[in-house]
């Protein structure tokens, strides 16, 4: 069975820094290009950040980037998130997914969701 465990989210002050955690059962998380999701109450779930395979390609939603880096521990079949700077602005659901490749529209997997709330 899949699947995918994100972990690391929590209540964190502005300005402060939380790392999430995607880890995969169950698949060779190498295979796959994972990307980051959020979700605010009553907003759209909007990309956040993504990884190819290999890790030597990263993606960033211009609301995070210069603050959040992705990043993938192959040999723990993992994928984490760091986040800096945080703003009450990132408060949300956080998802990982992942897909075959970069370029395909299509996820396979996807996790629960881990909660950021950031207080100002």
């Known amino acids: 069975q899949v699947q995918l465990v994100e972990s690391g989210g929590g209540l964190v002050q502005a300005g402060g820094s939380l790392r999430l955690s995607c880890a995969a059962s169950g698949i060779t998380f190498r295979s796959y290009a994972v990307v980051w999701f959020r979700q605010a109450p009553g907003k759209e779930r909007e990309f956040v950040a993504g990884?190819?395979?290999?890790?030597?390609?990263?993606y960033y939603a211009d609301s995070v980037k210069g603050r959040f880096t992705v990043s993938r521990d192959i040999g723990k079949n993992t994928v984490y998130l760091q986040m800096n700077s945080l703003n009450p602005e990132d408060t949300a659901v956080y998802y990982c997914?992942?897909?075959?490749?970069?370029?395909?529209?299509?996820?396979?997997?996807w996790g629960q969701g881990t909660q950021v709330t950031v207080s100002s």
């Open positions: 997914a992942a897909k075959a490749a970069w370029y395909v529209q299509k996820y396979d997997y």
């Open positions: 990884i190819n395979r290999s890790g030597g390609s990263t």
